[in-house]
């Protein structure tokens, strides 16, 4: 049974850092390994088990499953206990008011609105973008299609038309198919959205001239285009393009800093300041405005100054990941496909079902998530998993299927 927490079981070394509110939140470094006092019994119950890299262990030593299974480092944590904070519905909330001007300035646009999540960011822009009845064209295995609960339906009464794609990534050929002819039988086309990177078809990357030769096409429509974000520095990382450059033929865009990032919670949704004039009142519909969220924007904060870079050992490590499946008889998986840090492989060829396979890999501490199609799972690399992540993986993998 747990005791309720006394002010002497928090680690001294945090007790200090309340106790002085130190100047600045960088005193730490991100993945240096986590001082004692975070590895005491104490800070143990508070914070979970330490693993290597100073980090907090999941259940799963080694996660894969997703880059949301993050968690805050103690170098974040120390950002958040320290942010300054104040009311963010009166826009009094400094650390989140800082947040959003970054992400205005990374992306390009006027203006930024912090939200609890990355979902929120699609639905709010589809509310803002959309009246009942228009459509919203997307590749068919985007997040809003499968992942938000119809949340398009449900939120902004508009309809969804797919276009079926291998790679997630679709030409301005295929967008023109898709748009309604202007008659009243139809759904009113209104709004364009991209994926980049593309989730469910293995992190894959929107080239630039992809996305200006959709986005020109869906101009000399008249219609709308909004950008799914919640792996966009992954692309900026993987394909040099910045995420300005990325972002500039969108109305509306956003980022999400609870995946490859690191952070616990948050995303952000930027656009022009009309756009996000607008998104502040569905913000408030929705319930997702906050009061001091400085506390969680301050982790955003850190996260853009400490985590963006480090995402290209992501990618090494999915590649190494990818290449060690590839070798293993009876998996599948298209190499060449990883550009970021999410792997797709198959299991048809071993003849062992996917939860037989994740059982035996937990015994390892290991573990992927599965896929649409019954045989296919999914690898995601994340600053959380160890040093020898991916040779653990590997070797869990070549011991489950034997
Ligand atoms: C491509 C994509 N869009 C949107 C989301 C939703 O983000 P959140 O979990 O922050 O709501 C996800 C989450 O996995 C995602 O992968």
């Given at each position: 049974?747990?005791?309720?927490?006394?002010?002497?079981?928090?680690?001294?070394?945090?007790?200090?850092?309340?106790?002085?509110?130190?100047?600045?939140?960088?005193?730490?470094?991100?993945?240096?390994?986590?001082?004692?006092?975070?590895?005491?019994?104490?800070?143990?119950?508070?914070?979970?088990?330490?693993?290597?890299?100073?980090?907090?262990?999941?259940?799963?030593?080694?996660?894969?499953?997703?880059?949301?299974?993050?968690?805050?480092?103690?170098?974040?944590?120390?950002?958040?206990?320290?942010?300054?904070?104040?009311?963010?519905?009166?826009?009094?909330?400094?650390?989140?008011?800082?947040?959003?001007?970054?992400?205005?300035?990374?992306?390009?646009?006027?203006?930024?609105?912090?939200?609890?999540?990355?979902?929120?960011?699609?639905?709010?822009?589809?509310?803002?973008?959309?009246?009942?009845?228009?459509?919203?064209?997307?590749?068919?295995?985007?997040?809003?299609?499968?992942?938000?609960?119809?949340?398009?339906?449900?939120?902004?009464?508009?309809?969804?038309?797919?276009?079926?794609?291998?790679?997630?990534?679709?030409?301005?050929?295929?967008?023109?198919?898709?748009?309604?002819?202007?008659?009243?039988?139809?759904?009113?086309?209104?709004?364009?959205?991209?994926?980049?990177?593309?989730?469910?078809?293995?992190?894959?990357?929107?080239?630039?001239?992809?996305?200006?030769?959709?986005?020109?096409?869906?101009?000399?429509?008249?219609?709308?285009?909004?950008?799914?974000?919640?792996?966009?520095?992954?692309?900026?990382?993987?394909?040099?393009?910045?995420?300005?450059?990325?972002?500039?033929?969108?109305?509306?865009?956003?980022?999400?800093?609870?995946?490859?990032?690191?952070?616990?919670?948050?995303?952000?949704?930027?656009?022009?300041?009309?756009?996000?004039?607008?998104?502040?009142?569905?913000?408030?519909?929705?319930?997702?405005?906050?009061?001091?969220?400085?506390?969680?924007?301050?982790?955003?904060?850190?996260?853009?100054?400490?985590?963006?870079?480090?995402?290209?050992?992501?990618?090494?490590?999915?590649?190494?990941?990818?290449?060690?499946?590839?070798?293993?008889?009876?998996?599948?998986?298209?190499?060449?496909?990883?550009?970021?840090?999410?792997?797709?492989?198959?299991?048809?060829?071993?003849?062992?079902?996917?939860?037989?396979?994740?059982?035996?890999?937990?015994?390892?501490?290991?573990?992927?998530?599965?896929?649409?199609?019954?045989?296919?799972?999914?690898?995601?690399?994340?600053?959380?998993?160890?040093?020898?992540?991916?040779?653990?993986?590997l070797a869990a993998v070549r011991s489950a299927l034997t």
């Amino acid at each position: 049974m747990h005791r309720p927490l006394r002010k002497n079981d928090l680690p001294a070394g945090i007790l200090n850092q309340y106790k002085h509110r130190l100047p600045g939140p960088r005193g730490m470094k991100e993945n240096a390994v986590a001082p004692a006092a975070w590895q005491s019994p104490a800070a143990r119950r508070i914070f979970g088990r330490p693993c290597g890299n100073g980090e907090q262990m999941t259940a799963f030593p080694y996660d894969f499953s997703s880059d949301t299974q993050t968690r805050p480092s103690p170098a974040m944590r120390q950002a958040m206990a320290l942010a300054e904070v104040g009311d963010e519905q009166k826009r009094e909330d400094p650390t989140v008011n800082r947040l959003q001007e970054m992400v205005a300035h990374l992306t390009g646009k006027e203006a930024a609105l912090f939200l609890p999540t990355g979902t929120m960011c699609n639905l709010i822009a589809h509310a803002v973008h959309c009246r009942p009845g228009d459509e919203i064209i997307l590749e068919a295995g985007t997040h809003p299609v499968h992942f938000e609960g119809g949340g398009p339906a449900v939120h902004s009464r508009a309809a969804m038309r797919l276009i079926e794609t291998e790679s997630g990534i679709f030409t301005a050929e295929q967008l023109e198919a898709a748009i309604r002819p202007d008659d009243p039988h139809f759904p009113h086309t209104r709004l364009v959205c991209v994926e980049n990177t593309h989730n469910l078809k293995g992190g894959r990357v929107w080239a630039l001239a992809a996305i200006q030769s959709v986005a020109a096409m869906a101009r000399k429509h008249r219609l709308l285009l909004h950008l799914d974000g919640a792996r966009l520095f992954n692309a900026v990382v993987a394909s040099g393009v910045s995420a300005k450059e990325f972002c500039e033929p969108f109305d509306s865009c956003w980022i999400d800093l609870s995946k490859g990032l690191g952070c616990p919670v948050g995303a952000v949704l930027a656009g022009s300041r009309e756009f996000i004039a607008q998104a502040w009142r569905y913000k408030h519909t929705f319930g997702g405005a906050m009061r001091q969220a400085g506390i969680i924007a301050a982790a955003g904060v850190y996260a853009l100054e400490h985590n963006i870079n480090r995402l290209a050992d992501d990618h090494v490590r999915a590649r190494k990941l990818a290449e060690g499946l590839a070798v293993i008889k009876g998996v599948s998986v298209d190499v060449k496909a990883v550009e970021t840090n999410i792997v797709v492989f198959d299991i048809a060829g071993t003849g062992v079902s996917r939860a037989e396979f994740l059982r035996r890999l937990a015994s390892h501490g290991v573990r992927f998530s599965g896929l649409m199609k019954p045989t296919q799972l999914r690898g995601v690399t994340h600053l959380d998993i160890p040093p020898d992540g991916v040779d653990k993986a590997l070797a869990a993998v070549r011991s489950a299927l034997t």
